[in-house]
């Protein structure tokens, strides 16, 4: 069965870090951008941070320098290494997959809920 599957997420203080992890399918990890989106409530799920197939990375300017994604190939798994976090990085996080060919749909999983709070 193709999915993504979210773990990691969780409450921490201001400061503090989180690592959150994304195993995809066998069918979709070596085919598939995969990337970190987040939405919190009441505005629209935004990138985070998202590892290409070609091994390049690009993350959103809210996160740099404060965020890591890495690819796994071994354990067809993506991680977001979060540290430093803010108040305003809490959200609902998404695992998203995205076909590095056309002709092929989009993936998501269920989401992760990160909260960030003293």
């Known amino acids: 069965q193709e999915q993504l599957v979210e773990s990691g997420g969780g409450l921490v203080q201001p400061g503090g870090s989180l690592r959150l992890s994304c195993v995809a399918s066998?069918?979709?990890?070596?085919?598939?951008?995969i990337g970190w989106y987040r939405q919190a409530p009441g505005k629209q799920r935004e990138l985070v941070a998202v590892s290409n197939v070609g091994g390049s990375t690009k993350y959103a300017d809210f996160v740099k320098g404060r965020f890591t994604i890495s690819r796994d190939s071994a354990k067809n798994a993506v991680h977001l290494q979060m540290n430093d976090l803010k108040p305003e990085d809490t959200a609902e996080y998404y695992c998203g997959a995205e076909p590095a060919r056309p002709g092929y749909r989009v993936y998501w999983g269920p989401g992760t809920q990160v909260a960030v709070s003293s």
């Open positions: 066998e069918t979709i990890f070596p085919m598939y951008h």
